[in-house]
């Protein structure tokens, strides 16, 4: 009876044990599928300016530019997660960094730069990419598999300005906020979520 008293609770764990490996297994734990991507670096921190949508990356005429974009996720998975980003005009008035070395912000007031006249996406061979109807650009994570893949911007020898490229969808009337996760996400289905980052989801590209 004594060890009856051992051996059922004992039991009772492995059986538990189980239970948790199978519904993580199954795709049912509320967080394992849920995966994050941005820009690859966070700012100008040697300059103290924090992670705050400030980075900067410039291109040269008829040049192409590669921005780092990262994937998180600490597993492999049965299927492919696809992200997306966005290119829109820069704002008037909209503060940034003109460059890595500044120590203050300033207000554009530069020309609208359009895609496909003063600049393209382009693949990492030179062909141009085309967005889906919603605007966006698919980057495509085979496996879920954790990573950094470039987008290319290439110079078109147009216009000379700034311009946004961004992981959150400028033609939402949603207003991202650390406050509410809801409006982090980026793309869900019933695999897997992506969500963004409030103070990472924007650089500045600068044709010269």
Sequence with gaps: MKLLKYILPALACAFAATACNDD?????????????????????????????NVVHYEV????????????WCEFV?????????YVAPKPAGEKYYPNATATAAVAYD????VCGTDYEVVDAQGNKLEPN??????????????????????????QKGSFNLQTFDPASDVELTNQDVETTIQHKTSDYE???????????????
């Design 24 to 52: 993580w297994g199954n795709d049912n734990s509320a967080m394992e599928h849920v995966y994050y991507y941005g820009p690859e670096v966070w700012g100008y921190d040697d300059i103290k300016i924090g992670n705050n």
């Design 133 to 158: 109807a919603d605007g966006a650009y698919e980057m495509l994570w085979p496996n879920a598999k954790k990573g950094v893949q470039n987008i290319y911007i290439k110079a078109l020898n147009g």
């Design 77 to 85: 998975r049965k299927y492919d997660v696809a992200t997306y980003y």
């Design 60 to 71: 040269a005429q008829g040049e192409t530019v590669a921005v780092p974009m990262q994937f």
């Design 110 to 113: 530069g020309p609208e730069l």
């Design 194 to 208: 992506v969500r963004i980052f409030t103070q990472n989801y924007r650089v500045t590209v600068t044709i010269e």
